[in-house]
């Protein structure tokens, strides 16, 4: 399966589709610009004819394989190279982990004991889920999975099954841990949505629309004075546990969950296991929402929900291998990337501050040591003794500066160690 960090279930408690079609032999670029309405001009031509080939080329390989579990085909993304599809990718993790306040990133979640869970889940039969939405060319997931859970809990909890509106969350949600990425279109966390609906609530699409394009999310509070929606609370489930994921969907609703989503791009159809068998992605990216899981002749999936639009994939989802009993297929080997919150600029000015100091004594000794070596030949003509007082007395100066170096050096390091957070102390 691709895999699936942690997901948050919000606690109601208290675009144009794209059309798929396999690679026939005699199905050329010049068709894909044709049926996809695509324009190209200038040297764009030959390098959107080289991706467009290239990803051919990967279908009918992945395709020619007798053991594969899902269909690849051409659709939207096939002219699209691999960082601008990653773009779509909205999730940002460095911004997830951070160091926020109490409460910032929900309530962990306790699972009840020895829970008997059905064979097969799809809240889609119980009247849960919305229609499939359509991000475009925002990487805006994070506000689309909050949004859609938000729904389908309403849902759920006895209120009406409505289309609420993910362009609050991308255009108001306001990004003050000033750490990787500007939040909007740029990426943003699931637990900055839910935060930001605790406080404001969360309104209609009708009432504000999304709008499409990863430039034009300006917020315009006078949109969110009458919420149609108040979020009281959301829960945190832990990372990487099948169990819990699968109690928590079963139990209480559809979950928004976090997906490593870069080797989707060519999805259509079957039970994702990677491209040509080869396994998941290990970069989670992504924020989607969880809406099941079953079995298909004796192979068991997860039902997810995506925002690429209803003619990707299975109308919009797609369907992750499961393997129960040994459920992740690997960690994040960077659920960070880096420092983030406040501390990372002052992190930034510590080490600036550091090379700054470096550079200058390093110009202080050198200088030093040219002047010395002068003094000492002039002095040296008319008096031996004080050329030689003045030698070691130079010395004995600059050895005093690179002393006052070193314990500099040792003041930063700890000051270092103290902003890192305790996790990453334990990782090294």
């Known amino acids: 399966m691709s895999l699936m960090s942690s997901a948050l279930l919000a606690g109601i408690l208290g675009c144009a589709h794209a059309r798929s079609q396999a690679v026939h032999a005699d199905y050329g670029f010049a068709d894909y610009v044709r049926d996809f309405g695509r324009q190209y001009s200038g040297n764009e031509l030959e390098v959107r004819r080289t991706i467009v080939e290239d990803n051919f080329r990967r279908i009918k390989e992945h395709n020619a394989s007798p053991r594969r579990l899902w269909e690849a085909s051409i659709n939207k993304f096939v002219d699209r190279s691999l960082v601008e599809f990653q773009q779509l990718m909205g999730y940002d993790k460095v911004q997830a982990r951070q160091r926020l306040e109490p409460g910032v990133l929900g309530t962990p979640y306790s699972m009840a004991p020895n829970a008997t869970l059905p064979q097969w889940v799809d809240w889609r039969q119980k009247g849960a889920i919305s229609e499939v939405k359509d991000q475009g060319s925002c990487g805006g997931c994070w506000g689309f999975s909050a949004a859609e859970a938000i729904e389908s809990h309403l849902a759920l909890h006895g209120g009406p099954l409505l289309r609420l509106a993910p362009e609050e969350f991308i255009a108001c949600t306001p990004n003050l841990e000033h750490c990787g990425g500007k939040g909007g279109c740029s990426g943003g966390t699931l637990e900055q949505a839910f935060n930001f609906s605790m406080q404001h609530g969360i309104v209609e699409e009708s009432s504000y629309p999304f709008r ?217």
């Open 212 to 428: 499409r394009g990863p430039r034009r999310h300006k917020c315009d509070f006078t949109k969110l004075s009458a919420p149609r929606v108040q979020v009281t609370g959301f829960v945190r489930l832990p990372s990487n546990d099948a169990q819990a994921l699968m109690t928590a969907l079963a139990q209480q609703g559809p979950l928004s969950i976090l997906v490593a989503a870069t080797p989707w791009q060519l999805y259509d159809k079957g039970i994702f296991d990677g491209e040509l068998g080869m396994g998941c992605g290990l970069d989670i990216n992504h924020a989607v929402q969880l809406v099941g899981y079953g079995s298909e002749d004796g192979i068991d999936y997860w039902l997810v929900r995506n925002s690429w639009g209803a003619g990707w994939g299975e109308g919009g989802y797609i369907r992750l291998l499961r393997q129960p009993g040994h459920e992740s297929c690997g960690l994040d080997p960077a659920p960070k990337d880096g420092l983030c919150g406040k501390s990372g600029w002052v992190v930034v000015v510590v080490v600036v501050v550091d090379v700054v100091v470096v550079v200058v004594v390093a110009v202080v000794v050198v200088v030093v040591d040219v002047v010395v070596v002068v003094a000492v030949v002039v002095v040296a003509a008319a008096d031996a003794a004080t050329a030689v007082y003045v030698a070691v007395s130079c010395k004995v100066l600059l050895l005093l500066l690179m002393l006052l170096l070193l314990l500099l050096q040792l003041l930063l390091l700890e000051l270092l160690l103290q902003l890192l957070p305790a996790d990453v102390l334990a990782a090294a």
